[in-house]
């Protein structure tokens, strides 16, 4: 007889904290991305277990009370295939880990299917021209001015790369109530995220189905258009397809009696994160928004920088909450991208109700390929050079029809509803064979602009970011690391 | 009309591959092979794959399969001809390695052998569907010749500031540049569209065409007995009577005639009267009923509904327990109608001789009234189970093993086309009984062909967008099942865009299908270790690939490697679409829809 499947409501306190919310008012973050060096497995894992005990990983329950007990710290831990097999973690061999993920981002075949070739990276997910692979990667958001949770990893367990937030990434511009998160080329971060069935209440989203709200039926109707089944996310619970998300399962975790739900596998309750550098070119950035002007910037991105979208007119004297710049679709008002360039970032990257045969199959299929963004604004100072960009951390349960689908089909798809250039932000080019343009109709007789290459990927690699039972399989003495013979995890090496 | 489009595809699979040929990207063979498809000029796709051997398979050694999608028209038998007699001998210096030592025969020898071999093992495609049809390489060459001069032109006007703000004016002066360029003058005939997408795209035109055929049949079925009753009428006048035995004959072909034409007339009768009944149910009372509208989804959806919830699995016992009696009763009464209407005429006089005209008024009635109740009870009972919820909603765990798993060399083969068209070959075997499950392919894939070619015409299969070539062949016997196709897009958004867009076709064509465990073709080849099954539907075309973890699984692990590969244009369907749609604007009528055209193609 088949078991019921989790149940979402009664694994909150299982769920890391991150997939829950953005941390909004913890303005202060920091990444680590750990290797373990050669022999320090044991150490390792006592130091991720102290630092697990230690009680900063939240879990969504403490998060979802942050309305009113705001938590002062966070931290969430994730690990690449590769550190789960440093780790002593073995796969099962029915229920393995999906291929993207355990072949890593930093894989020549992912180069390949990501098309991002050629990669000049410092850090990824693999052994190899990067360097090692990274092991662990360490998120921790505080409250401003606060200081680290973490001061810093024992150097003789641990190489680390560390990436600091950039501190002036949360402002307060004219018109603006509140500080906001502003990414380096200066446009409001964060905004259009998912909203997670069954796991409501994010920091920035609100429902309006209040009387009061009736005047504003317009944002309540389009509501639905960002709400995303769990499973999208999160493992193991119902996707968009209405089916239950493939967990993989590792070797001795059934009898570690540490799962919460009866018979439910390692990866219940966790995602896995697809991270990058991105490193952004502010210079270059300016130098063409002096060129070009504003509106040419707003239509590159999609959005006026404020975060409004481009349809609407900007009115300070009426301020709207990030769910209300949600509001509004492509295909009745703005079809062939007059207002909004079918070419820019934020159309390409959630096409909304634009790509189907019509409304309703649109918005389905395009929530087939949504991402939980919880990626930073990092700054890097070195040799008296101020370097910016964005430390990119999506959430997804399936990397295939999400991350990946998303990069390959939509962002760097030069022919992506019949365009001739990738996406004007995302990935750099080479100039000669395969400049970067965007399109701009609908003006007087159409436009064309050329772009610089604004970014540059210095690294990136999937991680998983497993519930807090398999977390705690992972990092003690009792969990993985009994059940891996030597002989076993060289043959699951990569 | 089904032939024209399956011997566009065509795959040819030839046992005992003995695996001596290098066919790596720049071997003698393969730059071979891509010469010849180019000179050959009809060529659109080509493929070589390893298919290895089943396991029960006598020859253990691989197949070799080669795909081919050519233009329409052209008798595969001529195409191949064509290929294989080529000055270059390409094909030749491919399949030499079936006849070790015998290169030094004459060379007409080796190609008339090797011709009647690969006839031998020709198969066209049982069923297929062709996105940008109607149109040769060369045509799409030359059309994404004008798209780029026209944008390259309209960059040039803009910059010199030419035509100011007047989008009319500035369509109406690329046309005239495009008219007056002598490279274009083949653009003057309107780009050729095939009888479905022309003049027959309309749907009185296809109604037309049923109703013409039946309208024939009738008057054929009459004049075979007309035609005897009139001669022997005419000889009995000249004559006097014939043979008893004649007007015997004449007479019974007289009346077979007439029992023909009624049943035929009857059977129309009878698919018109169900053809009412889906209407009343599925589309005129959905759209007057709220109520029976969202009953129709949520059976609809439950039917589909991927993972064991109670109420799926109670929607698809009581469907099974109401439908299958009223099916049977409809199609009882049905034949009954056709073939013995006196029956039902005798059961009505039965029933006026027993009772009274008001009496049957009010038992219809009734029974209105009675069913009516039931369903509302029964839609009541939904409800509140609805209404008890977690349970009844709740899934159940569905393990399925060892899902989202590629094998390096697909993923390999992905990532060297990701800027081009994708392409999948995928081999699977056939459900046993082989012949049972053949049969219902071939049906199937007839009606997804016949619907492909008259009513999906413009690129799209159901809703699913950015198909080349898709094209399924029933290979060794009816022992195994080949699919090959080249797409737009990645892999897995293919199979959402199936799943979403063509769920009925999807499963028609592969639910007959099974996947067993076969060793691997050849070095660094997938093999499949553990043996998968097609996701079950239900009613035939329910569920199946809504199943998604399962189905992509299943897809995944039938699929191989190409080992060569030819694509005559690199473009999208779309993009393909768009410059045949800028040629007919730019060449057409000068109207506002079309200057539209214009400038929306330069815009994207």
Not at chain 2, 16 to 36: A, I, M, Q
Not at chain 2, 422 to 442: E, K
């Amino acid at each position: 007889m088949k078991a019921p499947a989790a149940h979402l409501a009664h694994h909150f306190d299982d769920i890391q904290g991150m997939l829950r919310s953005g941390y909004g008012w913890l303005q202060d973050s920091r990444f680590w991305l750990l290797t373990i060096r050669d022999g320090q497995e044991i150490p390792a894992r006592a130091w991720l277990a102290k630092f697990v005990e230690s009680g900063v990983i939240a879990n969504a329950n403490e998060v979802g009370k942050s309305r009113t007990h705001p938590i002062a710290k966070a931290a969430a831990v994730a690990f690449s295939f590769s550190g789960l097999i440093k780790l002593g973690c073995v796969e099962d061999d029915i229920y393995p880990f999906p291929t993207p993920f355990r072949s890593g981002m930093g894989s020549d075949a992912r180069a390949l299917l990501l098309r991002d070739n050629p990669r000049a990276w410092r850090w990824s997910d693999v052994d190899g021209d990067s360097g090692d692979a990274v092991h662990v990667l360490i998120a921790e958001w505080t409250e401003r001015g606060v200081g680290p949770i973490i001061s810093r990893p024992d150097e003789t367990i641990f190489s680390a790369i560390q990436v600091d937030n950039d501190p002036c990434s949360f402002r307060k511009l004219e018109g603006d109530n509140e500080e906001k998160l502003r990414e380096a080329f200066g446009f409001r971060d964060g905004l259009a995220q998912p909203v997670i069935r069954g796991l409501k209440q994010d920091d920035s989203v609100r429902p309006r189905r209040s009387e009061k709200d009736k005047d504003k039926k317009e944002a309540d109707a389009l509501y639905d258009d960002r709400v995303v089944q769990p499973g999208e996310f999160i493992l193991g619970y119902r996707n968009e397809y209405d089916e239950l998300t493939y967990c993989p399962d590792v070797k001795g975790w059934g009898p570690s009696g540490l799962a919460k739900h009866p018979g439910g596998r390692f990866a219940l309750n966790g995602s896995y994160l697809a991270v990058r550098q991105i490193e952004q070119d502010v210079a270059a950035f300016d130098r063409f928004q002096a060129v070009n002007g504003k509106d040419i910037c707003n239509k590159l991105m999609g959005r006026q920088d404020n975060g409004w979208p481009l349809a609407w007119k900007y009115d300070p004297t009426n301020p709207k909450t990030d769910s209300e710049l949600d509001a509004f679709r492509y295909r009745v008002d703005d079809a062939n991208g007059f207002i909004c360039p079918k070419g820019s970032h934020i159309r390409r990257m959630n096409p909304r109700d634009t790509l189907g045969v019509d409304l309703k199959s649109s918005i389905k299929s395009t929530k087939l390929h949504r991402l939980l963004r919880r990626g930073r604004p990092y700054r890097e100072d070195s040799n008296g050079e101020t370097r910016k960009g964005i430390f990119f951390i999506a959430c997804n349960a399936d990397i295939e029809r999400q991350f990946e689908f998303v990069q390959q089909r939509w962002a760097r798809n030069p022919s992506f509803v019949n365009l001739h250039a990738d996406d004007p932000f995302v990935g750099s080019s080479d100039p000669q064979t395969f400049p970067k343009a965007l399109s701009l109709p609908g003006l007087p007789s159409g436009g064309e602009v050329s772009l610089a290459n604004f970014t540059t990927t210095l690294g990136g690699g999937y991680f998983f970011l497993p519930g807090l039972a398999a977390l705690k399989f992972i990092v003690s003495e009792e969990g993985a690391a009994k059940f891996a013979t030597s002989e076993l995890a060289e043959a699951a090496a990569p | 009309m089904l032939e024209i489009v399956r011997q566009q595809m065509i795959c040819i699979v030839v046992p005992g591959w003995n695996g001596t040929t290098d066919l790596s990207e720049d071997s003698p063979v393969s730059t071979g092979l891509y010469s010849l498809f180019r000179d050959v000029e009809v060529v659109q796709f080509a493929s070589i794959a390893l298919l290895p051997a089943r396991a029960d398979a006598g020859d253990k050694r691989p197949l070799l399969m080669l795909e081919l999608a050519i233009e329409e028209g052209i008798d595969p038998y001529d195409m191949l001809y064509r290929l294989v007699y080529h000055w270059s001998e390409a094909m030749w210096s491919l399949y030499s390695s079936f006849w070790p030592g015998d290169a030094t025969a004459l060379r007409s020898e080796r190609n008339d052998k090797l011709h009647k071999m690969l006839m031998k093992h020709l198969s066209i495609a049982d069923g297929g569907f062709i996105g940008a049809r109607d149109r040769t390489a060369r045509q799409i060459e030359k059309e994404q010749e004008l798209l780029e001069w026209t944008r390259d032109e309209a960059r040039a006007m803009k910059q010199a500031m030419l035509y100011g703000h007047d989008r009319s004016a500035f369509a109406l002066a690329l046309a005239q540049r495009a008219f007056q360029n002598p490279r274009f003058g083949w653009a003057l005939d309107p780009a050729p569209r095939s009888y479905w997408r022309g003049k027959g795209a309309s749907i009185s035109a296809k109604i037309g065409y049923v109703l013409t055929l039946f309208v024939l049949w009738l008057i054929a079925v009459w004049l075979v007995g007309a035609v005897p009753r009139g001669a022997l009428g005419v000889y009995t006048w000249l004559f006097g009577p014939p043979y008893s035995g004649v007007t015997d004959v004449v007479a019974f072909i007289s009346r077979a005639s007439r029992w023909v034409l009624g049943v035929s007339i009857r059977s129309v009768l009878a698919l018109l009267g169900f053809g009412v009944l889906v209407w009343l149910f599925l589309i005129a009372l959905p759209a007057l009923s709220r109520t029976w509208r969202r009953w129709l989804e949520s059976v609809g959806r439950e039917l589909d509904r991927p993972t064991d919830t109670w109420s799926s699995w109670l929607t698809y016992r009581i469907g099974l327990l109401l439908s299958v009696p009223i099916a049977f009763a409809l199609v009882a009464l049905a034949f009954a109608f056709i073939f013995w209407p006196s029956t039902i005429v005798d059961a009505y006089e039965a029933l006026t001789a027993k009772f009274l005209g008001w009496q049957i008024i009010a038992f219809v009635i009734l029974a209105i009234v009675v069913s009516v109740c039931a369903v509302g009870l029964l839609s009541r009972i939904s409800q509140d189970l609805a209404k008890v919820g977690n349970w009844f909603f709740q899934p159940y765990e569905d393990n399925v093993p060892r899902a989202q798993q590629v094998d390096p060399s697909i993923e390999n083969s992905e990532g060297l086309v990701v800027r081009e068209t994708a392409h999948m070959v995928s081999l699977t075997d056939l459900r046993s009984p082989n012949g049972w499950s053949a049969w219902w392919i071939r049906v199937s894939l007839r009606i997804v062909t016949l619907f492909g070619r008259v009513i999906f015409t413009e690129s799209r299969l159901g809703s699913a967008p950015g198909i080349h070539f898709g094209h399924w062949h029933i290979i060794e016997d009816g022992r195994r099942y080949l699919f090959c196709s080249n797409y737009d897009g990645s892999f897995g958004g293919y199979l959402d865009d199936f799943i979403n867009g063509a769920t009925v076709g999807t499963n028609l064509a592969w639910r007959w299908t099974t996947l067993k465990p076969r060793k691997l073709a050849a070095v660094g080849q997938p093999a499949v270790e553990h043996a998968r099954s097609f996701p079950p539907t239900r009613f035939i075309v329910f569920r199946g690939v809504k199943r998604e973890l399962q189905f992509k699984s299943y897809a995944r692990d039938s699929m191989l490697p190409h080992m060569f590969r030819f694509d005559a244009r690199k473009e999208s369907v779309d993009q393909i679409n768009l410059a045949t749609r800028l040629r007919d604007a730019l060449f057409g009528e000068r109207n506002d829809s079309n200057d539209d055209l214009i400038m929306r193609a330069i815009e994207s």
